[in-house]
């Protein structure tokens, strides 16, 4: 059974969508930033994550899928979005918190073929429908699986639920976990928040980020103790479950912190500069090698002839 308790405060934390634009937008709200990924994922400034792996996927003869399965969906705009796009004839999505599952049905409202159900991914009941075993051509976790506290349990059931030639698809945080960044990183940020006008760094109530730390693990966990539990593991422990088809790390170790709370500061048109500037910091960090990327997107496939046993 999913705990109550973690349901409970994951309401508190994501049961309203608006909470999380209170003080200020965040990075990926700037059409610029969308462009920034889609070049570093996909080598196209018009072509989205999604999409690039949608190629991978038409390129292999798998589309339309049968079944698709969404981890931690969330409001439910990746299933709508799926709907859209026709990749299967069913799309089953979950989530931990009640409130934020009412809201993901009020958005698929009228679609048929989508379905939303409570779970929790430290412990997917696996033999329970509609989580049965070899029945997903594909599995897909987008900003949800930094959330999941049993990697290797999530691993192991995703494993179980493909089918034998199935697709796992993440777009991810992979950064430290709980946001305990580096003495480099920190660094980095203040750096370059040194170089911004005052009046960029403002949020919505007029407070300026003048320093930048890593928050303390108390903190985060005050906020969502599901946060970024342990994203550090997500990309090393993949291999051990599947077949790694293609990893595209995307940074956004500078611009998600830097444009947290103040990404709208940065919309009107004479401001596009000071954006363009730190994308260009990014991308040159990149070429140096002293970027940290903080996201990645991955295609990875089911491995046959694993012993997929669920962990302990």
Not at 17 to 27: E, I, K, L
Not at 222 to 248: G, N, T
Request: charged residues 20%; proline residues 7%.
């Amino acid at each position: 059974m999913p705990d109550t308790g973690l349901s409970t405060r994951l309401d508190a934390a994501w049961g309203d969508p608006g909470a999380w634009v209170t003080n200020g937008q965040h990075w990926t709200h700037l059409d610029e930033i969308h462009r920034l990924i889609n070049r570093r994922v996909s080598g196209d400034p018009t072509v989205k994550p999604l999409a690039w792996f949608g190629r991978h996927l038409a390129d292999a003869g798998c589309l339309p899928l049968r079944r698709i399965l969404v981890l931690g969906c969330g409001a439910g705009h990746l299933e709508r979005e799926l709907h859209g796009l026709a990749w299967a004839r069913e799309i089953v999505a979950f989530d931990l918190s009640p409130k934020v599952l009412a809201i993901a049905r009020e958005n698929v409202a009228g679609l048929d073929g989508i379905s939303h159900v409570l779970a929790s991914m430290d412990e997917l009941p696996v033999g329970q429908a509609p989580f049965l075993p070899g029945s997903f051509d594909a599995v897909l976790g987008v900003s949800s699986v930094h959330h999941c506290s049993q990697l290797d349990k999530l691993y192991s059931a995703v494993a179980q639920l493909l089918t034998p030639d199935g697709w796992f698809y993440l777009d991810e945080y992979v950064g430290p976990d709980r946001f305990q960044y580096s003495p480099r990183h920190l660094a980095q940020l203040t750096a370059l928040a040194d170089l911004l006008p005052e009046r960029m760094l403002a949020n919505q109530n007029g407070v300026i980020k003048k320093s930048f730390r890593a928050p303390t693990v108390a903190e985060v966990v005050a906020v969502d103790p599901s946060e970024a539990a342990c994203s550090s593991r997500i990309l090393p422990l993949l291999p051990d479950y599947f077949k790694v088809v293609a990893q595209r790390p995307y940074g956004g170790s500078l611009l998600h912190v830097l444009l947290a709370d103040v990404a709208q500061n940065f919309q009107a048109p004479e401001a596009r500069p000071w954006l363009q500037a730190l994308m260009d910091a990014e991308d040159d960090l990149d070429r140096r090698g002293q970027l940290e990327h903080h996201f990645s997107c991955v295609i990875a496939r089911q491995r046959p002839h694993r012993n997929h046993s669920t962990s302990t």
